[in-house]
Nanobody, 115 residues
Framework: QVQLVESGGGLVQPGGSLRLSCRAS????????MGWYRQAPGKQRELVAQ???????NYAESVEGRFTISRDNAKNTTFLQMNSLKPDDTGVYYC?????????WGQGTQVTVSS
């Protein structure tokens, strides 16, 4: 059974930092492209960052230069380092195994940026 489990969310003040983790089980992690999405209240889920099996990365314009996606294949884990957080970054953050191949979602972790 494939599982993606996110952790690391919480409440942080504007300008602060958080590091999200997504641990995968039940699949060969190193063969999968991975992504982080977020969904703000009343808005559609959007892709924030993605990383390929070779470590290539791509970011949404809104987070470029502030967020960094990485992966540790030995630990079956994808990370999202979020710096200089803004209130607009508030939402539920999800990790996803991306195509090619079957796609899977985690259950999400809440990030709230507020003073």
């Amino acid at each position: 059974q494939v599982q993606l489990v996110e952790s690391g969310g919480g409440l942080v003040q504007p300008g602060g930092s958080l590091r999200l983790s997504c641990r995968a089980s039940g699949l060969i992690f190193r063969f999968g492209n991975m992504g982080w999405y977020r969904q703000a209240p009343g808005k559609q889920r959007e892709l924030v960052a993605q990383i390929t099996t070779n470590g290539g990365t791509n970011y949404a314009e809104s987070v470029e230069g502030r967020f960094t996606i990485s992966r540790d294949n030995a630990k079956n884990t994808t990370f999202l380092q979020m710096n200089s957080l803004k209130p607009d970054d508030t939402g539920v953050y999800y990790c996803k195994r991306l195509p090619p191949g079957p796609t899977y979602w985690g259950q999400g972790t809440q990030v709230t940026v507020s003073s």
